[in-house]
């Protein structure tokens, strides 16, 4: 399990492919990327794994550190998550088995389904809902970037965050406490490895918020794993491995496209927001006051859901096609839950609960005083700048030039028209010492000295 604190952020920037574009910092929602002495530099206090600044990189700058695949030497049992974005990368929809399949031809034991967890979320959703456990509005936990986007950003909506644990951690938590029963084998024994779509859920798995650690043990991007999956997906066409069974219904499936949880959760009064854009929209109205007929929100940072993470293979419009067959398919012939999952109410399953706080920030002063100093002399700052909001100073804005220079981080020469303006005043000044005559010399000696 990891239990890591502090902060940490898993994506990375290679600075000899970095040219100091400034594209990064105008896309970063949480204005976590400054551009310093021609190279981006990433805020980890502001930094919440969104990937945005991978997206908007024209050099391939930033990418995002996964684990290595030689981390699975050391458990004797390893498992699979699959997320279910993963059905939707594929040429040819598939179906979950030989998915499911082709990863213990891969290396793994066996592979347990983020869609099951993402059922029983939904499912114990609706009970805390039915029995007046929850009020809304109360926003979805399973998009990480989100819950660390409100932590940064809009900090008193913590306590609308969903307080169950996402579907990926609840998956993790039931594979690994079946298969040890199951085996016979300590808890410690059984790695387990999440094929995630997102930055986000790296960092939600190696640095876990909400007060429990995280149930994974390694992430391996979808890009990672994909060459070889998607050749013995090929092979296993029309073969079933000994054992290899789905237990995931379309309802599951449909928690990696955006609207698939407003499905599985099934509440009359449901809003789904998905691009980090549209979700600070939603938040920021949420704020105000202005949703108070909506009982949840679905957020998802990435375009059209998890098919639109930056660690996908394919285009997210694609893969949402192909994951809409599948999950057609899957509901004709799918079970309710508790037949297809029986164990769960053998072992009255309790969903693991989680608790967010605000993130800890300290933007100019840990003291308060000092802060309030400071404060004011950025807002005196600001007001001598254009407000243009150009980042050509290698901050988001002016305001965040502002604080940045009280910091000691930055100067106001580091905006242009600033530097112009000094630049042109200086010049006049030059030009107006040039046209002094020295008392003691005469025009016909200048010309002389100009002559020589």
Known sequence: MNTMTGYFNFVRLDREKCKGCVNCIKKCPTEAIRVRQGKAEIIEQKCIDCGECIR????????????????????????????????????????????????????????????????????????LFQTGKLQGPVISSACPAVVRLIQVRFPELTSRILPLAPPSEVAAHLARYLKARELGIPEQEIGIFYLTPCSAKVTSIKAPVGGIPSFIDGAFSIQQLYPRLSHLVKQVKGVQHPGGYSRASGLGI???????????????????????ASVIDVLEELEMGHLDGIDYIEARACSGGCVGGILNVVNGHVARARLDKIIREQNRSSLPLHERFPELDRLDYKVPRIHVEPRPMVYLDSNINGAMAKMTAAEKILKKLPGLDCGACGAPNCKALAEDIVLGKAEETNCIFILRERIMTLGMKVYNLAGIKPLTLSLEDLEKEGEE
Not at 56 to 67: G, I, L, R, S
Not at 116 to 127: L, S, Y
Not at 254 to 276: C, H, K, P, R, Y
Request: glycine letters at 10%.
């Open 56 to 127: 908007a990189c024209p050099n391939k700058a930033k990418y995002v550190e996964t684990d290595s695949t030689a981390l699975l030497q050391e458990y004797k049992y390893r498992i699979a998550l699959p997320s279910p974005s993963l059905y939707g990368q594929f040429r040819d929809p598939i179906n979950p088995v030989r998915l499911l399949t082709a990863l213990r031809d891969l290396g793994f034991d066996d592979a347990f389904e983020v869609a099951v967890g993402a059922e029983v979320v939904a499912a114990e959703t609706k009970r």
């Open 254 to 276: 449909g928690f990696g496209i955006s609207g698939g949880e407003q499905a599985a959760v099934g509440l009359e009064n449901q809003l789904v927001a998905d691009g980090i």
